[in-house]
């Protein structure tokens, strides 16, 4: 005799995400990049905060928000990926609405374990593309998808093409009117780590270097790390995770910038 148990259960199965409507909101980068190119056109000094693998720290991320929230002095908020632990579309909507909770205009790119399962599909769904670039006035962000692992390098991850274009595009911009001065890569991954396709590591870096006034921010390792990996001058800030009680402000003006860790 064969006896078949069901189990029942709203959190036993998860949805696809383009079968079952969100709730709250999505497509949030076509808005959000728009609120902040506005919001920061004419400032002299630009001030973001960098958050990221967030993932399971419920209460951390909670309080970090209030934290941004109550200084004052932040334009927008950058998350450098690992909202959820396993790509769930329940995860991704928590951390969007503590992100909403902010008030403030916000950005992410994604990491590796928010492509588990259906999660890259979220993550477009919710978010946008998971490249893509912004002008927040004289600072241009290039934000990169840098999880090759997670797609068996059968996607082209770092995507040279894009990012090619942009620097054709940058350089077009700069042409007219010399108006970007700084630019950050924002990546969840960076050279050398294992989710990192290291074969072309020289050749990103390479691409790197022809941004003006380039540094990096990424998160992954769940440590602070600054480093200049290559030796050519190009930082990368690397965060720990907000497991820690840590993220990072940066205030940008067109003659360098200042950079902070917040513990709390």
């Known amino acids: 005799m064969l006896t078949v148990f069901f189990m029942s259960g709203c959190d036993m199965f998860e949805y696809h995400p383009y079968s079952t409507k969100f709730e709250g909101r999505t497509n949030i980068h076509a808005t959000s990049i728009e609120q902040i190119e506005r919001l920061c056109k004419d400032k002299e000094e630009i001030t973001f905060a960098f958050i990221t693998d967030t993932q399971g720290s419920n209460t951390n991320m909670q309080d970090a928000i209030r934290l941004i929230r109550e200084r004052g002095d932040i334009d927008f908020i950058v998350h450098g990926g690992d909202q959820t632990d396993f790509g769930l579309p329940k995860e991704f909507m928590w951390c969007r609405d503590q ?7 916000y950005v992410s790119v994604i990491g590796n374990h928010d492509c588990l399962g259906n999660g890259e599909h979220t993550f477009e769904y919710i978010y946008g593309t998971p490249n893509f670039t912004f002008n927040a006035g004289y600072i241009h962000f290039v934000c990169l998808n840098t999880v090759a692992l997670e797609y068996d390098y059968s996607h082209p991850v770092p995507d040279f093409n894009f990012i090619e274009q942009d620097i054709e595009t940058l350089k077009g911009l700069n042409a007219e009117k010399d108006s970007i001065k700084r630019t950050i890569a924002v990546m969840h ?15 990103f870096n390479l691409y790197m270097t022809q941004y003006p006034g380039l540094f990096c921010v990424n998160g992954h390792n769940h440590c602070d790390d600054v480093s200049d990996i290559f030796s050519n001058g190009i930082i990368y800030y690397g965060c720990t995770n907000i497991k820690e009680r840590a993220y990072y402000v940066f205030k940008i003006r067109k003659d360098g910038y200042d950079f902070e860790k917040i513990d709390f």
């Open 99 to 105: 992100l909403e909770a902010s008030g403030l205009p």
């Open 189 to 203: 991954s960076r050279p050398g780590d294992e989710q990192f396709n290291n074969n072309v590591a020289k050749v």
